[in-house]
Every structure is written in structure tokens, then in C-alpha cells.
């Protein structure tokens, strides 16, 4: 079967919605399929062009395809008698984050009528979806509660999981993945300022703008924390980006109502590590369960300091946590073979 990939692009930006591409494509090919991602450039800034882009998908022509797997707004638009949807999540300022003021919609008319523009249109490709899987119980939630549609849960499987070791910790937190406000890991630079002399904190990996970098580095040297906060901003080998959350004590991922896991959460279960979480971080709630799989707490750097301390000075209470992430983790019973089956069904 020959299967295509559609998701989103932004020049330089490679987060987890892309790894998820990737990997689906190779596991299609192992799976015996021929399997190819098309990545159609998006740009949501300004708000008053996200039309044109949705036409412009909805305008291709896609033949010598049996398949098409869609996974991001507006990649889902692309017509295909035989499209099955997985998606990561919906044009949020349209919704959720509409209603709170979070959007880059325009005030006043004109972002009243983007939003039902929006709205109309993804009711229209959801209706002519084959099926609707979603990242997490969040993304399905939220798709019934706005769009009235109903769809499975299919968490995705982690890649490379024989890189996730539970090696002896060095005795520091690790905060991984994409850095940008949404991820927060200001938060955590922030509570560093109140912990113990003990406890080291290394956040590592790309930012989204340099005003994202600019903001750790300079808050690491306002408040005196260069001893004791380790800043790796770039895209990590692989090799590393494990190296780090292997070694670490615990793995924090506090971003603000994400839809999934997360993969930083997901491998660092996989390692048996302790997960340090907040209470409006969204889905990775689904994995973190307090004094369970590690500490969910308030999103303020006075709550996290405590957690942060407690990581650090009860490493038999870490460990404990982190046999219980691994627990629920290897309890979903997710792989690449049955998800791949599921979404050709």
C-alpha cells in the first residue's frame, strides 16, 4: 500500500509532531507498506493569512496515493477518498485558547469570523475522515466538546525506546525537549532560585526563537544560578538528549495544557525515571500521578522548589516514582506494529 503522511512545517522548528512523521513513515516501510511525509509550510502569524493556507491545502491533487494519515491543522484539510486523521491537535486559538484570551485571532469581528471560518472547516474534514484517532484523552475531549465528533484514543508509541536506560543518576533534574514559553521551562529556572545548594537543574534543547534562549540565559545571570543551572539550547544528537535523561535524579515537563504525554515524558518513564509535573500541564497528567510516577504540583516556582528539593534529597523516593512511571507507561501496551495496523484498518 502506498501511504502518505501530511503534517505541517515551520522553517526550523522540529518538535515531536515531527518525530512522530518520521518514525510513522519508517515503521509504515518495516510494516511493508511504501510510506512518504509531505510537510506543507505553515505559518499562523499573521492570523488574517491562515485562510489562503487552508484553501491552498484544500486545493492539492494528490494521486498514485492509497492512503493519506493527516495529523496537524491545516495539514488535515488535504482531500483523499481514504484519509484517516491522527491528530495532534486542532488550531487551538480557535478554541480553548480562544475563550481565554490566548489567541492571536484579532479582537472583535474579524477574529469572531477566522474563528467560525476555522471551526466550519475543520467540521467539514472531520465528516469526511474514514476514521479520527487522537493523541490523548485531552485531544478527544476537546474534539467532542467543540466539534461534536467522537474519535479513539491512540497514544503514540516512543522511538528509539533501547536508548532509554535507567542508568545511575548524577544527581540533577533534566528538562528536555523544545524551549519556548508554552513548555515553561522558565518555571523552573525561576524556582531554582529557592532550592537547596544540592540540587542542579539542566534544561537542553532547541529554542523556538531567540528571545526563548535570551530569556533563560538571562534570568540564570540576574539571579546568580550559573553553578547550579546548565543551559544546552540546540538541537541535541540523539545520543545525548538520552545521555542526559538517563543520568538524570528525576525529568520535569511542565507545559501549560499540552494535549499529549509528551515524548520527554514518555522516554523518561521508559528510563524509570520520576516525572516532575504541574497541575495545569494537560496530558501528561494521564502519565504523572502524584507520589505515584513522581510530583504533580502547583505552576509556581515557590511549589516547584519544594519539589525540586525533594527529587534530590529522597533518591530512594525518586527511584520509587520512577519504577511506578514505567509501570503505567508499559501498561498502555503501545507499539509501533499495532498502531500502524490500526491506523490502515
Same mark, same amino acid.
Given at each position: 500500500?502506498? &501511504?502518505? =503522511?501530511? /503534517?505541517?512545517?515551520?522553517?526550523? +522548528?522540529? #518538535? ?6 518520521? %518514525? ?40 498514485? *496515493? ?16 481514504? @484519509? ?15 475563550? +481565554? ?8 469581528? *474579524? #477574529? ?7 471551526? /466550519? ?7 469526511? !475522515?474514514?476514521?479520527?484517532?487522537? %493523541?490523548?484523552? &485531552? ?19 516512543? /522511538? ?16 528536555? #525537549?523544545? &524551549? ?39 534570568? +540564570?545571570?540576574?539571579?546568580?544560578? !550559573? ?23 528525576? +525529568? ?23 516525572? =516532575? ?6 496530558? =501528561?497528567?494521564?502519565?504523572? @500521578? ?5 510530583? *504533580? ?14 527529587? =534530590?534529597?529522597?533518591? !530512594? *523516593? ?28
Amino acid at each position: 500500500m502506498k &501511504v502518505l =503522511i501530511v /503534517n505541517n512545517m515551520a522553517p526550523f +522548528v522540529w #518538535g515531536g509532531a515531527e518525530e512522530l512523521a518520521v %518514525n510513522l513513515q519508517r515503521n509504515l516501510v518495516i510494516n511493508g507498506h511504501d510510506a512518504e511525509v509531505l510537510r506543507i509550510p505553515f505559518q499562523w502569524e499573521p492570523a488574517t493569512r491562515i485562510p489562503s493556507q487552508m484553501l491552498m491545502v484544500r486545493a492539492f491533487e494528490l494521486s498514485n *496515493v492509497d492512503h493519506v494519515i493527516a495529523l496537524k491543522f491545516p495539514a488535515f484539510y488535504i482531500r483523499h477518498s481514504k @484519509k484517516t486523521l491522527w491528530l495532534l491537535h486542532q488550531y487551538r486559538q480557535a478554541y480553548d485558547l480562544f475563550d +481565554v484570551g490566548q489567541t492571536n485571532l484579532p479582537p472583535g469581528e *474579524v #477574529g469572531e469570523e477566522l474563528k467560525a471560518l476555522i471551526r /466550519n472547516a475543520d467540521n467539514q474534514t472531520f465528516a469526511e !475522515s474514514r476514521h479520527i484517532f487522537t %493523541n490523548s484523552e &485531552v485531544t478527544r475531549q476537546r474534539l467532542k466538546k467543540y466539534n461534536g465528533f467522537d474519535a479513539e484514543v491512540l497514544l503514540p508509541p516512543i /522511538n528509539n525506546p533501547e536508548l532509554f536506560l535507567n542508568n545511575e543518576s548524577r544527581g540533577y533534574i533534566f528538562a528536555g #525537549g523544545r &524551549v519556548n514559553s508554552m513548555k515553561r521551562q522558565h518555571l523552573l529556572v525561576e524556582a531554582m532560585r529557592l532550592t537547596s545548594q544540592q540540587v542542579k537543574l539542566v534544561v537542553a534543547g532547541p529554542p523556538d526563537s531567540p528571545a526563548d534562549a535570551q530569556l533563560l540565559e538571562r534570568t +540564570v545571570h540576574e539571579c546568580g544560578l !550559573s553553578d547550579k543551572v546548565t543551559l544546552d539550547l540546540r538541537f541535541l544528537p540523539r545520543e545525548k538528549y538520552a545521555e542526559y535523561l538517563n543520568h538524570a535524579a528525576a +525529568v520535569a515537563y511542565l507545559p501549560f495544557d499540552e494535549d499529549s504525554l509528551g515524548y520527554v515524558a514518555m522516554e523518561a518513564a521508559t528510563a524509570k525515571k520520576a516525572l =516532575i509535573t504541574t497541575t495545569d500541564s494537560g496530558g =501528561i497528567l494521564g502519565l504523572v @500521578k502524584n507520589q505515584q510516577s513522581g510530583w *504533580v504540583t502547583e505552576p509556581t516556582p515557590s511549589a516547584l522548589a519544594e519539589v525540586l528539593n525533594e527529587a =534530590i534529597a529522597k533518591p !530512594s *523516593v525518586a527511584r520509587k516514582y520512577g519504577v511506578g512511571a514505567f509501570d503505567i507507561w508499559t501498561g498502555f501496551g503501545i507499539t509501533w506494529p499495532a498502531t500502524v495496523e490500526r491506523l490502515l484498518r
